[in-house]
């Protein structure tokens, strides 16, 4: 099966992202507290998210389009924006609690949440795991 390389852009940066953020949360954690890892994973999960973002946008089509061709599930593209500002703001405000919050409750919505809901079989990662790869032979 071939898809468009808008597609395959977004699919490679949220399923990176979705493998990349864990590695983030825990660096900092107080157990495990390595700076230098929690800042190179979560400036390159923030690049990746942004990307899945911004990527999401040039996608226009599918089952659950609605407006202009956008699906409910680009309600994300502006929360996901949104919240990386907050979660900046609040790391240059020196509010780290903050900080930590809003980037775990990006991480469950954007990366678990959003992930889950593309395993539907209407979309097309859903179509190929229960479809193709799980499907009967």
């Not at 949360?25 to 994973?41: D, E, I, S, T």
């Not at 226009?60 to 949104?82: E, K």
């Not at 907050?86 to 240059?92: I, K």
């Amino acid at each position: 099966m071939q898809i468009e390389p808008i597609i395959a852009v977004h699919l490679t940066a949220a399923l990176l992202a979705t493998a990349i953020g864990p590695v983030a949360l825990w660096a900092r954690r107080r157990g495990a507290a390595l700076p230098r890892l929690h800042r190179a994973a979560g400036y390159a999960w923030v690049t990746l998210m942004v990307l899945t973002a911004v990527s999401a946008l040039f996608i226009r089509h599918g089952p659950n389009a609605l407006l202009a061709g956008f699906s409910p599930i680009h309600l994300l593209v502006p929360f996901t924006l949104g919240a990386l500002f907050v979660a900046f703001r609040y790391l240059f405000q020196g509010n780290i609690t903050g900080h930590r919050k809003t980037m775990r409750q990006l991480y469950l919505g954007a990366c678990v949440v959003a992930g889950a809901f593309t395993l539907s079989p209407d979309r097309l990662l859903g179509q190929w795991v229960w479809g193709q790869w799980l499907g009967p032979p």
